[in-house]
C-alpha cells in the first residue's frame, strides 16, 4: 500500500507518519530528512542543499530521483508512507507513472486542520535555551511558569512558532499544496480527508486507519 501524506503545519503529521509506520509495518519515507541526512552525509546537493536551507522547493529531478532509489529498497516492498512529496505536480504526475508502472494503488491521506486552532496550539510553544526541552503551554506546561524544569532557564518562544511566522507557513503550505491536492482528486486517486484538528494524535490515528481500511486496490491489480 503507497499512502502519500499531507498535513499542515501543525498537523501531527510526523507522528502520525510514525504511528502508521509502526502499524503497517511499512517504512515513512520522509523527503525532508532524506535531504537532511544526505546534507549531513557531505552529499554535494549543489543549488538544492541552499534552496532547501532557504525553504524553496528543491528541484524536481533531484527529489524524483532520491524518492524512486529509496522506494526500491527491499523494505518498501510491500508498501511505504510518502511525507513530504509529492510536492509539486510535476513531482505528483513521476510518482504516478512510477506507481502504475508497478501496479501499486495510493491512497491520499489530507490532515486537515482548523488554522486558528493550529496557532493557538503552536502559539503556546516555548523552548529552553539551554537544553532545548520543549513545552507548550496549554498541553505541557512547565511546572514554574515559563521557566524549565530542568535547569530553570527562562523559556523562549523560537522564531518558527511566533504568529506571523506560522500564518507564512500555513499560507505557503495551501498555496504550494492546494494544486498538487487538485491535481489527484483530476487523476481520480483515492483521497481521504481527515479532521487532525483537536484530538488526541492516537483518536486522529484511528480516523485514518478507518478511512483508508479495506481499499488496497493493489490487490485487485495483481
Ligand atoms: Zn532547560
Excluded at 8 to 30: E, R, Y
Aim: proline share 5%.
Amino acid at each position: 500500500m503507497a499512502i502519500v501524506l499531507f498535513g499542515s503545519p501543525g498537523s501531527g503529521k510526523g507522528t502520525q507518519a510514525k504511528l502508521l509506520s509502526q502499524c503497517l509495518g511499512i517504512p515513512h519515507v520522509s523527503t525532508g530528512d532524506m535531504l537532511r541526512e544526505r546534507i549531513r552525509a557531505g552529499a554535494d546537493l549543489g543549488p538544492a542543499a541552499a534552496r532547501m536551507h532557504s525553504g524553496e522547493l528543491v528541484r524536481d529531478e533531484l527529489v524524483n530521483r532520491l524518492v524512486e532509489e529509496r522506494l526500491s529498497q527491499p523494505d518498501a516492498a510491500s508498501g511505504f508512507i510518502l511525507d513530504g512529496y509529492p510536492r509539486t505536480v510535476a513531482q505528483g504526475e513521476h510518482l504516478n507513472e512510477w506507481l502504475d508502472a508497478r501496479c501499486v494503488a495510493e491512497v491520499v491521506v489530507h490532515l486537515k486542520v482548523d488554522y486558528n486552532s493550529i496557532i493557538a496550539r503552536l502559539t503556546g510553544r516555548r523552548a529552553c535555551p539551554r537544553c532545548g526541552t520543549l513545552y507548550n503551554l496549554s498541553t505541557k506546561p512547565p511546572k514554574v511558569d515559563e521557566l524549565c524544569d530542568l535547569d530553570g532557564e527562562k523559556l523562549i518562544i523560537r522564531e518558527d512558532d511566533q504568529e506571523e511566522v506560522i500564518r507564512r507557513r500555513l499560507e505557503a503550505y495551501e498555496q504550494q499544496t492546494r494544486p498538487v491536492l487538485d491535481f489527484y482528486r483530476d487523476a481520480g486517486t483515492r483521497l481521504v480527508e481527515v479532521d487532525a484538528s483537536s484530538d488526541p494524535p492516537q483518536k486522529v490515528f484511528e480516523r485514518i486507519c478507518l478511512a483508508i481500511n479495506g481499499h488496497d486496490r493493489a490487490q485487485d491489480c495483481r
